[in-house]
């Protein structure tokens, strides 16, 4: 595959693409390569602020990228997964919580775009709106008593029927990006008496939306990944998705899930990769004491070089066989789930090196270095977490094994 896309014109869906972008996106990651450099520029001063990134989501929407997924007779570009995962890698590069950020939007943009869980006249308002500018998506699912629903627990938030629609009560955390989304897809459960769960798509429009600023990390910053609280908003009734028994348990998209992995550990590859260019200019350059080479010239230094390199070329071939095997049609199970937590881990690994490299200098508040570490470290953090993702790897292997020794 090239980076290069096949672009049809757009079709107008709904008449209205006067905001389209005025030029062809022939090469994403280049131009998402492009905007990174200028991303790294203020991504310092977000880091110190935890602003919400406005400006880098306005240009990247002028670029035309946050359209990037969107199918093609939907007036999108139509890319695959494996261009996806380029492109957040790039603007992770420059401003991993921007990454993030649209790392979401692409999600729901993919569901979308692939499966059938959205109903036609939602899913050409949200892929219209987000043609005219900025019309970021995104899910929230995490609470502050019931948790993640990875762990198998039921949200409290609820959905109350009307006979104008749906009334949405509830609280989520870590709402990745909700000081700048157009649209919520809020994880609830009903209260009919035989409850069902789904996922009720909000605008952020709707009277009763709250947010909390919650959101003081150590890392991954602007994201602003606050607390989003509803209290009785509306919702039309035809504006949910996957209603079913709450007794049958959360239902999983398996496209969804795939892009969701590889995408969340596309934009912790980006952070590392930012810290290895960072470290071989610093090595590249810094002559200590009396040495009259620089200190990329030890043997020792490049020995850890060399680690790094093997850490983020392993991890860019974990990420691209996994994504084109999906491209293709064939199933990866839980093997994207197994890759990302890999490349996190290397990912965390190959920043760890680059600190042993630049020692004192690289955790001074004056180095990228540092914000790297802090950055890359919140890849741990994303549900399902190691333990769980170890845990399933644990019990397939056994129940293998376990089935190959019955006679």
């Known amino acids: 595959m090239t980076d290069a896309l096949d672009l049809r014109d757009h079709r107008d869906v709904g008449g209205d693409l006067a905001n389209r972008p005025s030029a062809a996106l022939t090469d994403p990651p280049d131009e998402a390569r492009r905007l990174a450099r200028l991303f790294s520029r203020t991504a310092a001063e977000l880091d110190r602020t935890g602003a919400f990134p406005k400006a880098n989501i306005e240009a990247l929407s002028a670029a035309g990228l946050l359209n990037l997924v969107g199918g093609h007779d939907q007036g999108g570009y139509g890319a695959d997964l494996t261009m996806a995962r380029k492109v957040i890698s790039e603007i992770a590069r420059g401003e991993p919580s921007t990454a993030l950020i649209v790392a979401m939007h692409f999600i729901n943009h993919a569901s979308i775009r692939l499966s059938k869980r959205w109903p036609e006249h939602l899913a050409r308002r949200l892929v219209l709106e987000g043609l005219r500018g900025p019309a970021l998506i995104n899910a929230l699912q995490v609470e502050p008593e019931a948790g993640s629903p990875s762990y198998g627990t039921l949200p409290r938030s609820i959905a109350r029927r009307t006979e104008t629609g749906w009334r949405l009560t509830g609280h989520k955390k870590f709402a990745t990006g909700c000081e700048g989304l157009s649209w919520f897809v809020v994880l609830a459960v009903t209260d009919e008496p035989l409850p069902r769960i789904g996922s009720f798509v909000v605008s952020h429009l709707s009277p009763g939306i709250g947010i909390d600023k919650t959101w003081d990390t150590v890392g991954m910053r602007a994201t602003g990944s606050h607390d989003v ?23 999983r998209d398996a496209q ?40 990329s010239s030890l043997p020792r230094i490049q020995d850890e070089l060399g680690a790094i390199e093997i850490l983020l070329v392993s991890n860019e071939r974990l990420l691209n066989s996994v994504a084109r095997d999906f491209d293709d049609g064939h199933p990866v199970g839980p093997d994207s789930g197994i890759v990302r937590h890999a490349v996190i ?22 180095s990228a270095l540092e914000r790297h570490h802090r950055n890359v470290i919140c890849g741990r953090t994303h549900a ?24």
């Open 256 to 295: 969804q899930t795939a892009w969701f992995m590889l995408l969340i550990g596309a934009v912790y590859q980006g952070i590392a990769r930012a810290a290895r260019d960072d470290v071989l200019s610093f090595a590249s350059s810094f002559r200590p004491g009396d040495l009259r080479e620089p200190l």
């Open 345 to 366: 881990e290397n990912a965390i690994r190959a920043v760890d090196l680059a600190l042993m490299i630049a020692g004192n200098a690289g955790l001074s508040r004056n």
């Open 229 to 251: 609280i509803f209290h009785d908003v509306v919702v039309p009734l035809d504006d949910v998705l996957d209603l079913a028994p709450a007794s049958e348990g959360i239902r």
């Open 384 to 407: 399902p977490t190691g333990p769980l993702v170890r845990a399933a790897a644990a019990k397939s292997a056994i129940a293998t094994i376990t089935q190959a020794a019955s006679p």
